[in-house]
């Protein structure tokens, strides 16, 4: 048996975060030799309701504090088409760590090293700083997982484990996202597995993973909540979070194969659950949103295409800059592989073509046929920065504009790349 505790927030968060730390773990446990403790929110992006609350990060850093850690530092790398340093200005994240004394890590600037994956043959790069303080060095450095309780369109499921998506660098998870995203992620935890995962369960945030800003979608993607839940077997405490969201584990393929692969426990009844389950009964949906511009014509292959990879991080990309930047429509998009031939030669103006598959296939025809600057192109199975680019064009959006502060995102951007970001970013002009 493990212990995950379930507890309400009311009204103060540090409270909430003390009482689940004390239903789960003896006090003071978790402070290794070196004393120092390392962060690992969910701060995948800027936009409302997509990373960890800032309220419950600054708890997390001030209990351990009170816990006399000698360093508490607040560590990530923001998804593809992103700057870690970036997110942390406009998520109020750099300004926790100025109230608290945490210690933000950019993991975008940091060196990396090779490492390779259990069921895979080609080495992926890994910041150093993981390697080192968790794979080498593990039982000297606590690492807790700070992830939010989200749906997500590829994985169904965004916690602890999913958590850790932020190792691999930019380059690399271009790759990963397709139908081997599930086993991947189930690697990645094999070789680093959180001290502690504490979900931030202030709202249940579903229809994907990246809530519309604009009404009434945003309405419809969020169910306030206010819970925290938290363990030390991250397995479990994901097994926990993934039954408040409405799913049975064996529903969550990454989650199964940790399971299978005994890197902890995924069985309900051998979780000691310290909060009353039965209060939740909902099953939030995990697909995006059935609203897409009307006048964007979507072709898809027949022989393949990855919900994992093309797919969905295409559409959700069409979808945000259509409903929350105004962005229009009118050109074509293929993603997948195995088109119909009177499909692709119907085809006029302007094109979007989505992944390696496509690309090979119908670029160079339509290339000749369109012209070369109606042609526009995202490589790899995930390429945000590429697809974010290409959208952006061709639906009249500025890439600055889908940020809070221009002034603030290029000055942001200007250091990152300063200290050696190797973020993948989409073309700013």
């Known amino acids: 048996m493990t212990d995950v505790a379930v507890v309400d927030i009311e009204n103060d968060v540090l409270s909430a975060v003390r009482e689940v730390f004390r239903l789960t773990v003896p006090e003071g446990s978790l402070i290794k030799s070196s004393g120092e403790v390392y962060l690992k929110p ?126 691999p660098s930019q380059k690399d998870r271009g790759y990963h996202h397709n139908y081997n995203l599930h086993r991947r992620l189930a690697d990645f935890f094999a070789l680093v597995r959180p001290d502690y995962t504490l979900v931030d369960g202030t709202n249940a945030v579903f229809n994907g993973h990246y809530p519309l800003s604009t009404e009434p979608f945003q309405s419809k993607s969020l169910d306030r909540l206010d819970i925290l839940i938290g363990g030390a077997d991250t397995l479990a405490t994901d097994t926990v979070g993934a039954r408040i969201l409405g799913y049975d584990i064996n529903e969550v393929k990454h989650l199964t194969l940790v399971r299978d692969d005994g890197n902890g426990i995924g069985d309900l009844s051998k979780i000691n659950v310290k909060g009353d389950l039965s209060r939740f009964q909902k099953k939030y949906p995990c697909d995006i949103l059935d609203a897409l511009p009307e006048d964007v014509r979507i072709i898809r292959g027949k022989e393949m295409l990855c919900p994992e990879g093309c797919e969905l991080n295409v559409l959700m990309v069409l979808q945000t800059l259509h409903y929350d930047y105004g962005g229009k429509g009118g050109f074509t998009i293929l993603m997948g592989k195995g088109f119909d031939r009177e499909d692709v030669d119907s085809i006029t103006g302007r094109v979007f073509i989505a992944g390696d598959c496509a690309i090979e296939e119908t670029r160079n025809a339509l290339e000749a046929r369109l012209g070369k600057k109606n042609v526009f192109t995202s490589p790899t199975c995930n390429r945000l920065a590429a697809t974010l680019s290409a959208l952006c064009k061709l639906m009249g959006v500025g890439v600055l504009d889908i940020t809070p502060s221009k002034t603030t995102a290029i000055k942001a951007l200007f250091l990152a790349k300063l200290h050696g970001s190797k973020a993948l970013i989409p073309d700013l002009f």
Do not use: W
């Open 42 to 167: 969910n701060a995948i992006d800027f936009k409302p309701y997509a990373y960890t609350d800032p309220s419950v990060l600054e708890a997390v850093i001030n209990y351990f504090y009170e816990l006399n850690a000698s360093k508490v530092f607040v560590m990530e790398n923001s998804t593809q088409g992103n700057m870690t340093r970036i997110v942390f200005e406009f998520t109020g994240y750099r300004e926790v760590c100025k109230r608290t004394g945490g210690k933000p890590i950019y993991l975008d600037e940091k060196p990396t090293e090779s490492v390779k994956l259990p069921h895979f043959d080609q080495p992926i790069e890994f910041p150093k700083l993981i390697v080192e303080k968790f794979m080498n060095e593990q039982d000297a450095h606590t690492y807790v997982s700070l992830p939010k309780l989200k749906i997500h369109s590829m994985s169904t499921v965004t916690l602890g484990v999913k958590n850790q998506m932020a190792f």
